[in-house]
């Protein structure tokens, strides 16, 4: 068995503990594994250990690693995530090859991604990012501006609002990591509370998985755990 199949298997026995910790079922909870920096290769040792849903950062690389990909194994389907900030001149290409974005923080980006998604594809699942610690340098919406961008957003073609992220300030304390998704899961329920009908809670990393479950994370970002160290350039 690879190592990156034997940490598939360690992450996997990590969410299913959490969960039943917490009281949930292992299959309410998605694992998204993180491939950013990390070559084709690698995204496909984790397919034959039988993971299909990959989140990327970077465009380019992104875009490289899925033609690479699709090459290897054509039949296999794949979700890409893209989950890293988003210029307003990369959104063609995002709209055209992602089946997911995570990190929609402004309505002219989810404007540009409706326009840009192509009409025989499914709409393109959307997660609003929310800054959900108030930190200056981190990208997501404020959460009193969330409500009327959700509303936005919901009405636009070719789009489909599924949930809300977020990447809290890191702590290493549960409780305060708990505290974190607590607020995020609050305005998630509210909203839906308001007739959004959205379902999906993009929270909780490597460090900090355990804390997101227990707070109900439908996905889970994982990339160190799954890869090793992180490659870059």
């Not at 054509?74 to 890293?84: L, T, Y």
């Not at 900030?85 to 990369?90: F, L, V, Y």
């Not at 929609?104 to 980006?109: A, F, G, Q, Y």
């Not at 607020?183 to 997101?212: I, P």
Request: a negative charge.
């Amino acid at each position: 068995m690879s190592t990156i199949a034997q940490n598939l298997q360690a992450v996997d026995a990590s969410i299913l503990a959490a969960a039943s910790a917490a009281g949930r079922a292992r299959e309410a909870i998605g694992l998204l594994a993180v491939s950013k920096t990390f070559p084709p290769e690698a995204v496909l040792e984790a397919i034959a250990a039988g993971q299909h849903a990959f989140g990327e950062n970077y465009l380019q690389e992104a875009l490289d690693k899925m033609t690479a990909v699709s090459r290897a194994v054509p039949a296999q389907e794949i979700a890409w995530h893209f989950i890293g900030p988003i210029q307003s001149n990369k959104t063609r290409p995002i709209a055209q090859h992602f089946d997911w974005v995570h990190t929609v923080e402004r309505l002219k980006i989810a404007q540009r991604l409706s326009e840009q998604r192509p009409e025989d594809k499914a709409p393109l699942n959307i997660c609003l990012q929310v800054n959900i610690s108030g930190e200056a340098s981190k990208s997501g919406a404020a959460p009193e501006e969330l409500e009327a961008l959700a509303q936005a957003v919901a009405q636009l073609p070719r789009l489909r609002l599924r949930g809300l992220m977020a990447i809290p300030e890191p702590e290493t304390e549960f409780d305060r990591q708990r505290a974190a998704f607590h607020r995020l899961r609050n305005l998630f329920e509210g909203l839906n509370a308001k007739g959004m009908e959205m379902d999906t809670l993009s929270m909780g990393m490597s460090s900090d998985l355990q804390a997101a479950i227990a707070e109900g994370a439908t996905i889970v970002r994982v990339g160190s755990a799954i890869f090793g160290s992180r490659h870059y350039e």
